[in-house]
Nanobody, 118 residues
Framework: QVQLVESGGGLVQSGGSLRLSCAAS????????MGWFRQAPGKERELVAR???????IYADSVKDRFTISRDSAKNTLYLQMNTLKPDDTAMYYC????????????WGQGTQVTVSS
């Protein structure tokens, strides 16, 4: 079992920055891909960024060069540094983890709201 708890969301003006954190606990964390998803009202949940076991990263085109995903293994914490935020980035952001040695997303946090004002 894996537990994920996000924090760091809030209200920020367009062009500003936020850093989201995801505190993870449970077994086999090092064998799981971790990621950030978001869901805006009326839209489907979408992958924002993911970080594989080999530190490989994938970003949605809409956030490339603005967002950075990272992981502090000693603290079992996943981060999402978000810069140059836009109103279109407004959404509920979720931390997620896959099954061990799998690409299936299985564990989800409760979400943290990010609101970007114009």
């Amino acid at each position: 079992q894996v537990q994920l708890v996000e924090s760091g969301g809030g209200l920020v003006q367009s062009g500003g920055s936020l850093r989201l954190s995801c505190a993870a606990s449970g077994s086999g964390l090092s064998s799981r891909t971790m990621g950030w998803f978001r869901q805006a009202p009326g839209k489907e949940r979408e992958l924002v960024a993911r970080l594989g076991g080999g530190r490989s990263t994938i970003y949605a085109d809409s956030v490339k060069d603005r967002f950075t995903i990272s992981r502090d293994s000693a603290k079992n914490t996943l981060y999402l540094q978000m810069n140059t935020l836009k109103p279109d980035d407004t959404a509920m952001y979720y931390c997620a983890a896959t099954r061990a040695f799998s690409s299936t997303w299985e564990y989800w946090g409760q979400g943290t709201q990010v609101t970007v004002s114009s």
